[in-house]
């Protein structure tokens, strides 16, 4: 490797130290730097300029434009900071990037979806692998749907992260480095103290420090988020989930229709909506109320819910009414 090339990873770590000095993960940014840095040292080239880049940029040409546009975004982003020192540094003209495509809207479901998964779940045959299948897709519907939880930071439970006689989740080192306890409902609490007793047997570990949801596939070992999300995706097929255009979820929709559905709880229940909000955003896990706004959609039920509250208040006035 030339010296420009060891000057270049020199560079990138300390990008990496002072983005994760201000709470980043940069994790996939990381994986993406490296990918440039090898990119030019197999080619033997010096540094990244406009023939490179694009070079680079070909290499993954095949993936989708959102995919594409948040790669070199990246490397920009990066070379934005090298500027700062070097004012000869290359820097990629950000409307060259392709054009962002919209994402998929989520598909928002609720209770008859999830107990129609539920039933779908009972149903699934236990496996060599994993004989506790049908137990682990049924909490994990329950945990995604009535805790919020992403799927990462299911994958990521261990024993000792849950409380079964409080009803209480703890989720260690999530997104921007922080850790949170999840009280759950009634009826989840039922569900993890359902599933705590078919676990405690053997072939299983019982340290606190064993996975939550697990299998036996290649030795003990935590469920995959490859397995779990066919695991979910197959629920959804058999119990007939779908968008009123067809579409399927996906499983970050558990998610999406977790903060919808408490929406739409509060305006039936007479909440203040507003001041909710900081509550749900400590919940999910997020560190303002402008992420949580994300995963609100308008929705038909939410609509009416709000309109039946603004008459129940307001009405008497559109009727000619007198304060």
């Given at each position: 490797?030339?010296?420009?090339?060891?000057?270049?990873?020199?560079?990138?770590?300390?990008?990496?130290?002072?983005?994760?000095?201000?709470?980043?993960?940069?994790?996939?940014?990381?994986?993406?730097?490296?990918?440039?840095?090898?990119?030019?040292?197999?080619?033997?080239?010096e540094d990244l300029d406009q023939t490179a880049f694009d070079a680079w940029c070909q290499s993954f040409s095949g993936l989708t434009a959102n995919v594409r546009r948040n790669r070199q975004?990246?490397?920009?982003?990066?070379?934005?900071?090298?500027?700062?020192?070097?004012?000869?540094?290359?820097?990629?003209?950000?409307?060259?990037?392709?054009?962002?495509?919209?994402?998929?809207?989520?598909?928002?479901?609720?209770?008859?979806?999830?107990?129609?998964?539920?039933?779908?779940?009972?149903?699934?045959?236990?496996?060599?692998?994993?004989?506790?299948?049908?137990?682990?897709?049924?909490?994990?519907?329950?945990?995604?749907?009535?805790?919020?939880?992403?799927?990462?930071?299911?994958?990521?439970?261990?024993?000792?992260?849950?409380?079964?006689?409080?009803?209480?989740?703890?989720?260690?080192?999530?997104?921007?480095?922080?850790?949170?306890?999840?009280?759950?409902?009634?009826?989840?609490?039922?569900?993890?103290?359902?599933?705590?007793?078919?676990?405690?047997?053997?072939?299983?570990?019982?340290?606190?420090?064993?996975?939550?949801?697990?299998?036996?596939?290649?030795?003990?070992?935590?469920?995959?988020?490859?397995?779990?999300?066919?695991?979910?995706?197959?629920?959804?097929?058999?119990?007939?989930?779908?968008?009123?255009?067809?579409?399927?979820?996906?499983?970050?929709?558990?998610?999406?229709?977790?903060?919808?559905?408490?929406?739409?709880r509060w305006y039936r229940e007479g909440a203040d909506v507003q001041s909710s909000l900081p509550k749900l955003a400590m919940y999910m896990g997020h560190v303002s109320i402008v992420s949580?706004?994300?995963?609100?959609?308008?929705?038909?039920?939410?609509?009416e819910a709000a309109s039946r509250r603004f008459e129940s208040h307001f009405g008497h006035l559109l009727d000619g009414g007198l304060t």
């Amino acid at each position: 490797m030339n010296q420009i090339i060891c000057q270049l990873d020199s560079i990138i770590d300390r990008y990496l130290q002072r983005q994760r000095a201000l709470g980043r993960a940069y994790i996939g940014e990381e994986w993406m730097l490296m990918s440039v840095s090898r990119f030019l040292s197999d080619r033997d080239i010096e540094d990244l300029d406009q023939t490179a880049f694009d070079a680079w940029c070909q290499s993954f040409s095949g993936l989708t434009a959102n995919v594409r546009r948040n790669r070199q975004r990246v490397v920009r982003n990066f070379c934005l900071y090298r500027r700062r020192t070097e004012p000869s540094c290359f820097v990629p003209d950000i409307n060259r990037f392709p054009r962002p495509n919209a994402y998929v809207a989520p598909v928002i479901f609720g209770a008859a979806e999830v107990g129609r998964m539920l039933v779908a779940a009972k149903q699934m045959r236990p496996t060599p692998g994993s004989p506790l299948r049908p137990s682990v897709m049924r909490l994990a519907v329950v945990l995604l749907y009535t805790a919020g939880l992403r799927r990462g930071e299911l994958l990521s439970l261990t024993l000792g992260d849950v409380d079964s006689t409080l009803g209480v989740l703890r989720i260690r080192n999530t997104k921007f480095h922080k850790t949170r306890f999840v009280p759950l409902s009634p009826g989840a609490r039922q569900e993890v103290r359902r599933y705590l007793k078919q676990r405690s047997g053997p072939p299983f570990k019982m340290s606190t420090d064993s996975p939550l949801l697990c299998n036996c596939h290649s030795g003990f070992r935590p469920y995959t988020g490859t397995g779990l999300s066919y695991g979910i995706r197959t629920l959804f097929q058999e119990a007939n989930v779908r968008s009123s255009d067809g579409r399927r979820p996906r499983v970050h929709d558990f998610r999406h229709s977790f903060a919808v559905q408490a929406l739409l709880r509060w305006y039936r229940e007479g909440a203040d909506v507003q001041s909710s909000l900081p509550k749900l955003a400590m919940y999910m896990g997020h560190v303002s109320i402008v992420s949580t706004a994300y995963y609100l959609k308008w929705i038909p039920d939410i609509a009416e819910a709000a309109s039946r509250r603004f008459e129940s208040h307001f009405g008497h006035l559109l009727d000619g009414g007198l304060t």
